[in-house]
């Protein structure tokens, strides 16, 4: 997702140039055909080290898909994730990437849609009854308006590939409620906080219609949301897009091992390899 300057971004994307990057896999057996979708918090905005070749994309070398198909034999790789993508600019820009020899997709999807980034703008520039009042605004969108959204990219990628296993990620909470905490207050974090867990909530039980695998990430970043004092997220940096978005760190130690962590896809590593 992306802020209007003068400020700042909030979820969102992805890292590697669009299109397929092979990896050497097994000589003697076969590794996932592996597609990494989705926004900013896929494609690696904020974590640095960009593919110039991925434009306004920001494709991270650190963003978790990288890490993921780096650490494991992959029979081919096609990094796609995108900032600012939406449920739609998935289903129209990313899809061409997935076939039915498909068997891994990673996405994280739902943010921009549900409008976090203006969310974010009028909650760091506003007062606190209009932060309140626009995150109320949000959460509706989730509850009423997002599940339909999420039903039909889910609907069209299980159609592109329907012998993968897809694993949708999550984001984490933004903030550590602290007493002491330079930036905004606790009420208004607060209320920030709870718009992320409806978000997640939302996506997790569209995850579950769909038969997907779910892979929260709060726990990994717990802990380490703003104002913990060990922060995985970027606060509002030069240049702003990186604003709001997990660090090279929150890839590495946040969304790898949530990725990993799901028991299916060291399953699904097995069965190709077995």
Not at 100 to 112: A, C, F, Q, R
Not at 114 to 129: E, I, N, P, R
Not at 226 to 233: I, R
Request: charged share 15%; aromatic share 8%.
């Amino acid at each position: 997702m992306r802020f209007s300057r003068p400020l700042l971004v909030a979820f969102g994307a992805v890292s590697v140039a669009a299109g397929s990057v092979a990896l050497p896999g097994s000589a003697s057996a076969a590794g996932p055909n592996y597609v990494a979708l989705g926004d900013s918090y896929s494609s690696g905005t904020g974590a640095g080290s960009y593919d110039p070749a991925s434009g306004s994309c920001n494709r991270s070398a650190n963003a978790y898909p990288n890490l993921w198909a780096a650490a494991h034999a992959t029979s081919s790789y096609k990094f796609v994730a995108c900032s600012g993508a939406t449920t739609a600019t998935v289903a129209s820009g990313q899809l061409g990437a997935l076939s039915s020899s498909t068997n891994l997709v990673s996405i994280s999807i739902g943010g921009n849609d549900a409008g976090f980034a203006d969310v974010m703008q009028t909650c760091v520039l506003q007062s606190t009854a209009n932060c309140q009042s626009r995150v109320k605004q949000a959460e509706t969108f989730m509850h009423n308006t997002l599940p339909g959204r999420l039903d039909s990219i889910y609907g069209q990628i299980r159609a592109k590939a329907p012998s993968a296993r897809v694993v949708v990620l999550g984001y984490p909470r933004l903030y550590k409620i602290v007493d002491v905490c330079v930036g905004l207050s606790n009420t208004k974090r607060t209320a920030l906080n709870h718009a992320a867990d409806t978000l997640d909530g939302v996506i997790s039980s569209a995850v579950g219609r769909a038969g997907f695998t779910w892979s929260d990430v709060r726990d990994e970043f717990g802990g380490h949301e703003l104002c913990s004092g060990d922060d995985w997220l970027n606060a509002v940096t030069i240049p702003f897009d990186s604003s709001y978005h997990p660090t090279a760190r929150g890839h590495k130690l946040g969304y790898l091992p949530a990725l990993n962590g799901s028991a299916k896809v060291a399953s699904l590593q097995k069965s190709l390899q077995g």
